[in-house]
């Protein structure tokens, strides 16, 4: 990546898409190419192989975990349509009303913990599920859901 000095902000070496680092999540550009650090800075595996940044541990997410938000995403799914939450997604002003109702879900359901109330509702699987959504949202418009 190269810096324009007048505005900080990024050109991509790869693409020539200009953009500001503080707008996208990481520091590579809107279309995904890695940044210059990332390339300088490589990480080696077993028996020698380098690559230019590390892959994600997907063997690191506990089973148990990850089943009840899927039963939570299957619950949804009975009940509205597989895929119905991504019918909000489609316009960033859609997608912002979806954040602060995902938002609210989670805060309720963390709320009926502290408060020790026995629901019978899944509640972290329910917290779990607005938490991916919130992170879909933020990879689809690259930027943090809170500032759509």
């Not at 690559?51 to 148990?64: C, F, G, T």
């Not at 009975?78 to 109702?101: I, M, P, Q």
């Not at 963390?110 to 020790?116: C, D, I, S």
């Amino acid at each position: 990546m190269s810096q324009h000095e007048e505005d900080g902000s990024l050109i991509c070496e790869h693409c020539g898409v200009s953009f500001d680092v503080h707008e996208v999540l990481s520091p590579n550009c809107p279309e995904g190419h890695p940044s210059f650090e990332e390339q300088e800075h490589p990480y080696k595996l077993p028996g020698g192989a380098q690559r230019s940044e590390r892959a994600p541990r997907y063997d690191l997410i506990p089973p148990a975990g990850l089943r009840r938000v899927a039963a939570r995403f299957a619950l949804g799914a009975e009940k509205h349509g597989e895929g119905n939450w991504l019918k909000s997604l489609n316009t960033r002003v859609d997608a912002r009303a979806f954040c602060y109702e995902a938002y609210n879900h989670l805060q309720e359901h963390l709320q009926k913990m502290l408060e020790h109330r026995h629901p019978n509702d899944d509640d972290l699987a329910a917290a779990g599920w607005a938490v991916l959504t919130l992170i879909h949202v933020e990879e689809k418009f690259k930027c943090r859901w809170i500032d759509l």
